[in-house]
């Protein structure tokens, strides 16, 4: 059985599963985006549960750019127990695409998800190592091709070591999994003529940047809101803030009622920032792929200053 959402992936009480003897239809215990660190020690080993790390590693260059390698030897260092590594540089990004981190396509997408051990009958919690960004991708991903049983661990192993839960090393082999069925839904991407119309007022929407506050001062896109996704969590829980909290973040976001089109470097921190607005229930986000990596390609593209 197929549990339902809504865009915001709040599930629709109506079509919850109901869980067998295992305990397998884990999808009945999603209430929305997040899992709590206890939820998730709760119904660790689960039948039908995927724990995913998803952690990217900051690399700078000798020169001083900031690069990105995998996340395998930090979570070979110190992962949840029994959860598997997936890799955003590559398969769960195109490594053949023209700017870092472009998303996959379909069936290269559900190869490297059934690779995790993830099929249509499984529920996915993922986590990484920052503060929910690269999680928050990988949730993207996953809802944007049809799988909705998908979460993010609320704080990611930052939360989960400081409360003295368990670590393991190593790596852990996935189960086995058929092929996960995908489909590329509607309404969770935007691309640069998707921007250009908004900037140009052919289009309404409201753009935001999920990028450090430096490198929003440095650069963005005319008219955008900064929405960090560093302050998107308490700096001492790396938990995401209250709703009430996150409401006062975004307010000049949620006083319009215009489609809001998440951006950042390269389209990562934007999630987190779908991710936050999910929460607060707005179901009208997309994030701008290649971000402001494709838009500064073009010389002749406008960028603002502070």
Known sequence: MTTTTDRSGQADPATLPVPDARGAALGAALAGPLVSTQWLCDHLGSEGLVVVDATVVAAPDP????????????????????????DLLDPFSDPTGRFPF?????????????????????????????????????????????????????????????EGRPLETGDV???????????????????????????????????????????FAARHLPGSVSAPAVRLVDP?????????????????????????????GAGIAAAADGLALALLGRDDVTVYDGSLTEWVSDPEAPLARL
Do not use: M
């Open 102 to 162: 472009t998303r996959p396509g379909a069936e290269a997408f559900a190869a490297a998800a059934a690779a995790l051990g993830v099929d249509a009958d499984t529920t996915v919690v993922i986590y990484d190592a920052a503060v929910g960004q690269w999680a928050s991708r990988l949730w993207w991903l996953f809802r944007s091709f049809g799988h909705d049983r998908v979460a993010v661990l609320d704080g990611g192993v930052t939360k989960w070591s400081s």
């Open 173 to 215: 082999a996935p189960r086995h999994a058929g092929l996960l069925p995908v489909a590329e839904l509607p309404g969770f991407w935007s691309d640069r003529d998707d921007v250009a119309a908004v900037l140009s007022g052919d289009r309404a929407g409201t753009l935001i940047c999920g990028a450090p506050p430096r490198d």
């Open 63 to 86: 020169d001083g750019r900031v690069g990105y390698r995998s996340g395998a030897e930090r979570y070979r260092d110190g992962h949840v127990p029994g959860a598997v590594f997936a």
């Open 236 to 264: 001492e829980t790396n938990a995401f803030l209250p709703p009430a909290e996150l409401r006062r973040l975004f307010a000049d976001v949620l006083s319009s009622s215009d489609p809001i089109v998440a951006y950042c």
